[in-house]
Nanobody
């Protein structure tokens, strides 16, 4: 499966963005779809994940501000990001993972700046 992220850009602190991750194939049976991010000089970290059953998991730093969702009919995963902070600036990557797949997108840059 190939993944293509979109929706990044420049936003002011307190603003919102919605990232999309479009898959080339069906994501219905993929165990976990996730969003990761990597800020300059830092390691890549998990932001949010959603299982095929709809269970979600979030990094503590984004709980209450970010929401992950998946639309299996559109083979797309979303990350709604609200109340953005300067420290949310990073390249955001989509990931698809199950016993047979570990696929990454090319990333989309999110810059939070005043």
């Amino acid at each position: 499966v190939q993944l293509v992220e979109s929706g990044g850009g420049l936003v002011q602190p307190g603003g919102s963005l919605r990232l999309s991750c479009a898959a080339s194939g069906s994501i219905f049976s993929i165990s976990v779809m996730g969003w990761y991010r990597q800020a300059p000089g830092k390691d890549r970290e998990l932001v949010a994940a959603i299982t095929s059953g709809g269970s979600t998991n979030y990094a503590d730093s984004v709980k209450g501000r970010f929401t992950i969702s998946r639309d299996n009919a559109k083979n797309t995963v979303y990350l709604q990001m609200n109340s953005l902070k300067l420290e949310d600036t990073a390249v955001y990557y989509c990931n698809a993972k199950d016993p047979f797949i570990d696929a990454w997108g090319q990333g989309t840059l999110v810059t939070v700046s005043s």
